[in-house]
């Protein structure tokens, strides 16, 4: 009933930048907080960014000052703005969102993954 799917991931030389998006389909009522993970081969997957549905905004150290998280309400989409990619930021890079359906509570739902590789 609900789909995320994401597109912008693909290979950058370190220093360049990235945009991913993630656009939410189906039968939605209410999108509440959206975010971004990534998991690198063989680590745990790992926050990058979370923005709730009025805009506070969330990021570990690792990436903060390099990447923005925004989102478009009018368009069921969040977007990760990556800058100053660096090699350790090599891995698949998946949305989330907390979404309540008509007739549902709210469920966590996941985009199938975007590659992204920072390598020269």
């Known amino acids: 009933q609900v789909q995320l799917v994401e597109s912008g991931g693909g290979l950058v030389q370190p220093g360049g930048s990235l945009r991913l998006s993630c656009a939410a389909s189906?039968?939605?009522?209410?999108?509440?907080?959206m975010g971004w993970y990534r998991q690198a081969p063989g680590k745990q997957r790992e926050l990058v960014a979370s923005?709730?549905?009025?805009?506070?905004?969330n990021y570990p150290d690792s990436v903060k000052g390099r990447f923005t998280i925004f989102r478009d309400n009018a368009k069921n989409t969040v977007y990760l703005q990556m800058n100053g990619l660096k090699p350790e930021d090599t891995a698949v890079y998946y949305c989330?969102?907390?979404?309540?359906?008509?007739?549902?509570?709210?469920?966590?739902?996941w985009g199938q993954g975007t590659q992204v590789t920072v390598s020269s």
């Open positions: 989330s969102a907390g979404i309540e359906t008509r007739g549902a509570p709210a469920y966590d739902y």
């Open positions: 189906g039968n939605i009522f209410r999108i509440y907080a």
């Open positions: 923005i709730t549905r009025v805009g506070s905004t």
